[in-house]
């Protein structure tokens, strides 16, 4: 495990519970607009739609359950991409921002039969250099004792993002716009460990037609 120089992943941190699964939480209801309004679930990926392969990546980095948050094109998602095993939610309002799918994924998990989950890990489906190695690695973390954490590439905070179970109501009270949990995490960054990930993954997302590269 590669944590941060000076960071211990024996983190103690008394708001959190340490115990039972981790789910993961992949935010996948973005529209596209600087693609021309091609929503980024049904990006081909080696022959298949994104959000396939990034809840591939959750499931075979440790997550379980794995909550879908869909958006734009919801319907065509759920008929074109094989979300079995999923559980998943729909955000009326993922045109306002990334915030108000956080809140809607962390809220579902709260609710469901999630009840057991300890910790969510969440994903952004626009990732694809991300896989499960880095997921692998922050559910590690989680396990050695740390409540909150994130990926990290040559020492720069990046996805996925991984949020002790206590700390979700925080997070989606500061979740706003298309800031996701960046003002919480800003706001607790003492507390929060960061995990080396630039040797087995890259943050790069897809936003714009020349970003289209990546998932070739």
């Not at 095993?85 to 999630?114: F, H, K």
């Not at 050695?144 to 993002?161: I, K, M």
Request: net charge neutral; hydrophobic share 45%; glycine share 12%.
């Amino acid at each position: 495990m590669r944590y941060a120089i000076g960071m211990s992943p024996h983190t103690s941190d008394s708001l959190a519970s340490l115990s039972g699964p981790v789910a993961g939480l992949l935010l996948a209801a973005g529209g596209g607009r600087r693609l021309g309004g091609r929503p980024k679930a049904l990006l081909t990926h080696r022959g298949r739609p994104l959000v396939e392969r990034a809840v591939a990546a959750l499931r075979a980095g440790g997550c379980d359950p794995v909550q879908v948050v869909l958006g734009a094109a919801a319907e065509e998602v759920r008929h074109r991409a094989d979300l079995s095993g999923c559980r998943v939610t729909e955000n009326p309002e993922w045109d306002t921002g990334m915030g108000s799918s956080l809140r809607a994924g962390l809220t579902a998990l709260a609710a469901t039969g999630a009840a057991d989950a300890a910790a969510a890990l969440v994903m952004l489906v626009d990732q694809p250099r991300v896989g499960a190695e880095a997921v692998a690695r922050l559910v590690a973390a989680h396990r050695d004792g740390t409540a909150l954490a994130a990926a990290a590439y040559h020492g720069e905070r990046g996805h996925p993002v991984l949020i002790g179970r206590a700390l979700w109501p925080e997070v989606m009270a500061s979740a706003t716009g298309d800031r996701g949990a960046r003002d919480f995490l800003r706001a607790h960054r003492e507390r929060l460990t960061p995990v080396e990930c630039s040797d087995v993954a890259a943050p790069d997302d897809v936003d714009t037609p020349p970003d289209l590269r990546l998932l070739e």
